[in-house]
């Protein structure tokens, strides 16, 4: 993927540690370079509000974006309405029972090793992540605050009463999740890219 940034990007990224400045301008390049492909504009004419640490805007009629990377890969999705999405890796190394005790409030603790696997704490923790992300929210203020169903699949912010449904996807190495809130959901661009940041 061409690097492809704005003046301002630039600018950005030099104010960025070394790592957080590549993974910056790689993802914001990634988002140019897809939306340039959807509304065929030149990438640099695309009208991104994308700072860092900010989810990535457009202005108003042009739809909306979300983006999420892990160590190799990134996804991006637009929709003509509000959407979040997560990509977390599959072999993700943690302690999936002292994570979900911590951050789950749901869950049954008593039952966790009888039946939580680190499959269902991932999607879990994926979906959530996703959620928060449509919400444009905080992921220390907010996970304690996501309800997760599987049946139906549904997230409900107990504070703000938010409720939303989610997709889950698994892609080849990788878990993707998307939280929107109509029902049905369908033609999302989904663009996901294997990548080494």
Request: net charge positive; glycine share 2%; hydrophobic share 35%.
């Amino acid at each position: 993927m061409q690097d492809v940034a704005t003046v301002e990007e630039i600018k950005t990224a030099k104010n960025l540690s070394s790592s957080r400045s590549k993974i910056f301008l790689e993802t914001r390049a990634y988002l140019r370079q897809s939306l340039s492909t959807l509304f065929d504009l030149d990438p640099l004419e695309i009208p991104i509000s994308a700072h860092p640490g900010e989810p990535p805007s457009l202005p108003s009629g042009m739809g909306n974006i979300s983006l999420s990377h892990c160590k190799d890969a990134i996804t991006i999705v637009w929709h003509k309405s509000k959407i979040g999405i997560d990509i977390e890796r599959t072999d993700r190394d943690f302690n999936h029972v002292k994570f979900a005790e911590k951050y789950f409030f749901h869950t049954n603790k008593s039952n966790h090793n009888n039946y939580l696997t680190k499959n269902m704490i991932l999607k879990q923790w994926c979906s959530v992540e996703a959620a928060i992300k449509w919400d444009h929210g905080k992921l220390a203020n907010d996970i304690k605050q996501w309800q997760y169903f599987e049946n139906p699949k549904e997230l409900i912010h107990k504070k703000k009463n938010i409720h939303l449904n989610y997709s889950q996807i698994n892609f080849y190495n990788w878990y993707i999740a998307l939280a929107y809130e109509e029902k049905p959901f369908l033609n999302p661009e989904i663009i996901c890219c294997s990548k080494n940041f």
